[in-house]
């Protein structure tokens, strides 16, 4: 079981695409947490999504289905976890921000 950091980012602005780089694609059975850190001072907004193993797309709008949080407003100088996310393997997860301010991080454990 291979455990820590799983995928670290700060994103440019904008939504997350089939063509954007994943924060991370589990290669196994995952549990992570995923913490999200404005590190401005206003507020930003934040989308989190995961695709199922099984979608292979590379290009496109990420069905809409898979967002765990959309244009959820992140306060300055703060920052959020989401803990339990478990993710089959090939699954993969991207993040973005409304302003390209805010890092994200997840790290777990693989089974």
């Given amino acids: 079981m291979a455990s820590g ?6 994103p440019t602005a904008g939504t997350p695409d089939y063509s954007t780089t994943p924060l991370f694609t ?4 995952t549990t992570v947490i995923l913490s999200a850190c404005n590190q401005a001072s206003s507020p ?6 995961i695709a ?7 290009t496109g709008t990420i069905n809409a289905g898979y967002y765990l949080e959309f244009d959820y407003s992140l306060d300055g100088n703060t920052a959020i976890e989401r803990t339990g996310i478990t993710m089959e ?15 994200f991080v997840a790290y ?4």
């Fill in 89 to 103: 393997a090939s699954s993969r997860m991207w993040c973005g921000s409304g302003g390209g301010n805010v890092s």
């Fill in 44 to 49: 930003d907004t934040i989308k989190i999504c």
């Fill in 26 to 29: 589990a290669s196994a059975t």
């Fill in 108 to 111: 777990g454990l693989e089974s």
């Fill in 5 to 10: 950091i799983k995928g670290q980012n700060k």
């Fill in 52 to 58: 199922p193993g099984s979608d292979s797309a590379t």
